[in-house]
């Protein structure tokens, strides 16, 4: 199948409300961005590049890239608060140096059906694709609300951040459907424990 074309296999996750923090993801429960194909997909996954956009000429130092900006950003979002400390004045740094490279430039051209549909410029570039990782990431930690909104998930074994934008800010896990159930799986078996060594009456 063609790189950037396809839908993201399974295991490719973009629903921590950011793509920056979706980019976190990537490195749980093991390595997602385990090969240039995976990289495209999630590329593709996380709309970095509009629907269809060919990434033929992605290579394996893009991984090293993109791995690299997740280990900066992981510091500044996981980071003491306020920050403080050389790693995370290094991490902040190479952020700020990633945002400043142009994204990419986009054009509008007409679809097969007369209706004008995105597309970019050229071939987009791995630094022009890391630049739109480092500018949400930069927009995220210098908004005072979508910063207080960041949450680690509650589950045990489970060290992603997502946006908390549930009303009342009460979301406790990065998914119901992946840490949540799992969770009520665990509290179930350990009522049913809990039970079975205490039976009533």
Do not use: K
């Amino acid at each position: 199948m063609a790189l950037g074309t396809a839908t993201p296999p399974y295991g490719l996750r973009f629903d921590a409300g950011r793509i920056c923090l979706d980019l976190l993801a990537t490195a749980h429960p093991a390595e997602r961005l385990d090969g240039v194909g995976s990289l495209c997909a999630w590329i593709a996954g996380a709309a970095l590049v509009p629907p269809g956009t060919p990434l033929t000429h992605a290579e394996a130092s893009w991984l090293e890239a993109f791995r690299e900006l997740r280990e900066h950003v992981g510091q500044l979002v996981r980071g003491p608060h306020p920050p403080v400390g050389p790693p995370y004045e290094r991490a902040l740094a190479r952020v700020n140096e990633t945002a400043r490279a142009a994204p990419p430039a986009p054009r509008a051209v007409c679809g097969e059906d007369g209706t004008l549909v995105r597309e970019l410029a050229g071939p987009p570039q791995c630094a022009a694709l890391l630049a739109v990782l480092a500018r949400d990431a930069v927009e995220l930690l210098t908004d005072p609300v979508a910063r207080a909104a960041v949450r680690e998930c509650e589950a045990d074994d489970c060290p992603l951040v997502y946006l908390d934008t549930s009303r009342g800010r009460r979301r406790r896990w990065c998914s119901s459907e992946v840490c949540g159930n799992r969770e009520r799986v665990a509290r179930h078996r350990r009522r049913a424990a809990h039970a079975r060594a205490w039976p009533s009456g």
